[in-house]
């Protein structure tokens, strides 16, 4: 859930399958439940990967790098900060969705790999430029590559699948691209057409290594659940309903709007930001965390961006391997780790290309026969209940909401320099989604609420929660418990074409947060130089807290 979907349906649809067309082109469900098989096998295959701590498609993980290695990728990195940027990265034209669109084959790649692009245009050609976003002096991107001149086609409609409403464009490949040269992070591959219009594709490079680095954790997953490219998402289907959302996501195709509407909102100002620190960084996706665990593997800190709704429970094991193992973990955002999804490879092998997601059609799911605990639907509802908030120390508990973010401790060290007392208020921070402190739910112990802000959802009075904690390993845990944060960094600025109603106080102020948060991780455990957190749940909560019971500690 998030602001961009406040006009869809989200009332549960009931557990009968009913009410699904016949279309031409669909899978039947027979057909669908020969390719579940399929799927099944590639996911055993994923989740065998990760416990070998082999690298994401089975291949061997590589050497961590140390020494010599660790002291040349860091001085790589210092040099590719220092070059000038490109400002004209930016769109100028979208035009009409068919005036050029494109999609990766690859979720993210290595250095030096190969992807495929396929594109659709109604030019007769079209030229791509990958761009790197950085800060580069405020440019905020790169232009690290551009092909030649391709010759533009209109590509076949796409197909829908029968049992699950899936789109996907199985358009062929346009151009093969090798990543030769190209530093890790975080692209924007910007299609530019001959009739003068232009679209994005993501696509993350990711690094052989986290080891001594900040890890930002991108969320594809999430990116592909809200995309309504060919008019059905896991929210809606063509008629807008709930009941007609598609059950699992394709990455076959391309991004709606502009083509890359969730990274640059939710995620495209921590890059920035990170960059400008000069910390060691290391980039990577939820799904490469979900097949390998070695993608976290001595980790300084792992970054979960603005709008991290869904995961497999493989990645929030290894997210919580990683901090039980001594690496800080940033939420910077809300609604985190709140669907329980399952990853597809195409026919049981290749990449994984789908996102399953049935949420209160669960049952419906034919994996379920052989699989009763690969359940996806939220985390936290039944059979398989985990709340979230084990993990992130907060509860989702609504949406829409807008309201002031409220500074509680106000002498804790994440607000180190922002010169904020206790009660002081930034407008509209808090927003459109909010987590809280839920007593009575699994939730670490000691938990200090740093932020307690009051606000009215949906009619109903309750608050959204900023907290700290750590854990025996010494990791530190921040989550910001609002969905505004990472915007709150452009906040005054009109970068995304909306700031809420938020000024630049309040941009100085989330920036300044979040660069302490990001340079005390970055030195390590938290928990071993900082302060330990207050326990202060029982008096922000009062009755609440002494009636529900106090909060479970994690083991």
């Not at 996911?43 to 660790?70: K, L, V, W």
């Not at 829908?160 to 040269?181: E, I, P, S």
């Not at 219009?197 to 080891?211: F, G, K, N």
């Not at 025996?472 to 074409?497: H, K, Q």
């Amino acid at each position: 859930m998030d602001h961009d979907a406040e006009h869809h349906d989200h009332r549960e649809r009931p557990a009968e399958h009913s009410g699904r067309v016949e279309h031409p082109g669909r899978l039947d469900r027979r057909h669908f439940l020969g390719a579940a098989a399929a799927g099944a096998a590639g996911i055993a295959m994923g989740a065998a990967a990760g416990c070998d701590s082999s690298a994401p498609g089975g291949q061997e993980a590589a050497p961590e790098r140390t020494g010599a290695g660790a002291d040349s990728t860091d001085a790589a990195a210092a040099a590719e900060r220092a070059l000038p940027g490109s400002p004209d990265w930016r769109i100028r034209s979208v035009g009409p969705p068919d005036a050029i669109e494109g999609y990766t084959d690859k979720v993210s790649v290595e250095p030096d790999d190969e992807f495929g692009l396929c594109v659709s245009t109604t030019a007769r050609g079209f030229r791509v430029s990958a761009y790197r976003v950085g800060w580069y002096g405020g440019a905020q991107a790169r232009l690290v590559w551009r092909s030649d001149r391709v010759a533009g086609r209109v590509q076949r409609d796409p197909r829908l699948d029968t049992f699950t409403d899936t789109v996907r464009a199985d358009w062929d490949r346009t151009l093969a691209v090798r990543a030769d040269g190209w530093p890790e992070g975080a692209y924007l591959l910007r299609l530019d057409a001959e009739n003068a219009h232009q679209r994005y594709v993501p696509l993350i490079v990711r690094s052989a290594s986290a080891t001594g680095r900040t890890v930002l954790m991108h969320a594809p997953a999430t990116w592909q659940a809200y995309n309504l490219w060919g008019g059905y998402s896991l929210y809606e289907g063509k008629d807008g309903a709930y009941g007609t959302r598609s059950l699992a996501v394709s990455f076959d195709r391309p991004y709606d709007k502009n083509g890359a509407e969730k990274f640059l909102v939710y995620e495209r100002a921590v890059v920035v930001l990170a960059e400008r620190l000069g910390i060691p960084l290391a980039y990577t996706t939820g799904v490469d965390v979900h097949l390998a665990p070695s993608s976290l593997r001595g980790a300084s800190s792992v970054v979960s961006l603005g709008h991290d709704e869904y995961w497999t429970p493989e990645q929030r094991k290894h997210v919580t391997r990683a901090r039980d193992t001594g690496t800080n973990v940033v939420f910077l955002g809300a609604n985190t780790c709140y669907r329980r999804i399952r990853l597809e490879r195409e026919n049981g092998k290749g990449p994984i290309r789908t996102v399953v997601c049935f949420k209160s059609d669960f049952q419906n799911d034919p994996h379920l026969v052989e699989h009763r605990t690969m359940v996806t639907t939220d985390f936290r509802a039944p059979p398989a209940a985990d709340p979230e908030s084990s993990l992130t120390g907060v509860l989702y508990e609504g949406f829409p909401t807008d309201a002031p973010y409220v500074v509680h401790g106000a002498d804790h060290w994440i607000f180190e320099g922002t010169g904020v007392k206790r009660g002081d208020s930034f407008d509209h921070l808090v927003g459109v989604e909010y987590d809280r402190v839920t007593p009575g739910q699994p939730t670490p112990s000691p938990l200090e609420i740093v932020a307690h802000s009051p606000l009215v959802c949906k009619g109903n009075d309750s608050h959204a929660d900023s907290v700290y904690y750590t854990v025996p390993s010494g990791a530190g845990v921040f989550a910001s418990g609002t969905m505004r944060w990472v915007e709150g960094l452009m906040a005054g600025t009109r970068e995304n074409g909306s700031d809420h109603g938020m000024d630049a106080r309040t941009g100085a102020f989330v920036t300044r947060t979040t660069e302490n948060v990001f340079r005390a991780f970055a030195a390590g455990p938290a928990g071993r130089s900082k302060p330990a957190p207050k326990d202060n749940v029982r008096s922000v909560y009062g009755h609440e807290a002494t009636e529900n019971g106090s909060p479970t500690p994690v083991t």
